[in-house]
Nanobody
């Protein structure tokens, strides 16, 4: 069984920074991709950034230059550094990983529980 645990959310003022972390644990054979998504009230969940096996990164246009995704393969952990935060960045942030587990040797998507990020004075 695979679990993803996120941390690092909170309340920050506009222009501030936060760093989110998401660690995967369990019977992991291989991690294919890692990513961050977010969902604001009344909106659909949307991509923030993704990093795939060869290290290539994909960002939603509005987050380019402000957000940086990175990973620690040895720790099966993905990070999201968020700078110059704006009130419209307020949302629940979820990590997602595509993982092949030891027991189920088929890549499957796993989600974290979500962490609240609130940007406000």
């Amino acid at each position: 069984q695979v679990q993803l645990v996120e941390s690092g959310g909170g309340l920050v003022q506009p222009g501030g920074s936060l760093r989110l972390s998401c660690a995967a644990s369990g019977s992991i054979f291989s991690v294919y991709s890692m990513g961050w998504y977010r969902q604001a009230p009344g909106n659909q969940r949307e991509l923030v950034a993704r990093i795939i096996g060869n290290g290539n990164t994909i960002y939603a246009d509005s987050r380019k230059g402000r957000f940086t995704i990175s990973r620690d393969n040895a720790r099966n952990t993905v990070y999201l550094q968020m700078n110059s935060l704006k009130p419209e960045d307020t949302a629940v942030y979820y990590c997602k990983m595509t993982i092949e587990s030891m027991g189920r040797r088929v890549p499957s998507d796993y989600w974290g529980q979500g962490t609240q990020v609130t940007v406000s004075l």
